[in-house]
Nanobody, 125 residues
Framework: QVQLVESGGGLVQAGGSLRLSCAAS????????MGWFRQAPGKEREFVAA???????????ELSDSVKGRFTISRGNALNTVSLQMNSLKSEDTAVYYC???????????????WGRGTQVTVSS
């Protein structure tokens, strides 16, 4: 079993920045992915970013088109952590952000095995 705990959400003005972090504990796998999804009120959960770790190598992250050029996903020094640096935030980025993990490579669907409880990000215009 894997437990995921997010941190770093909050309230920020449009154009500002926030950094989300996620720490995983429990069992690990030779190949696994960690990523971020978000869900705004009344909308479906959507992919934001993810990165894959295979046998000690971290592969470049994948980002949704809506956040490319503004968000960056990175692994922490401890390979069981992942961060999401969010710059140039817009009001449409307001949502609950969820950390997710899965065995295998990163995918942009919600087909992940483990989920955190989520952290609220609110961008005021």
């Amino acid at each position: 079993q894997v437990q995921l705990v997010e941190s770093g959400g909050g309230l920020v003005q449009a154009g500002g920045s926030l950094r989300l972090s996620c720490a995983a504990s429990g069992r690990t796998f030779n190949t696994y992915a960690m990523g971020w999804f978000r869900q705004a009120p009344g909308k479906e959960r959507e992919f934001v970013a993810a990165t894959t770790w295979i046998a000690g190598t971290t592969y470049s992250g994948e980002l949704s088109d809506s956040v490319k050029g503004r968000f960056t996903i990175s692994r922490g020094n401890a390979l069981n952590t992942v961060s999401l640096q969010m710059n140039s935030l817009k009001s449409e980025d307001t949502a609950v952000y969820y950390c997710a993990a899965r065995r295998g490579r990163a995918v942009s669907t919600t087909n992940y095995d483990y989920w955190g409880r989520g952290t609220q990000v609110t961008v005021s215009s």
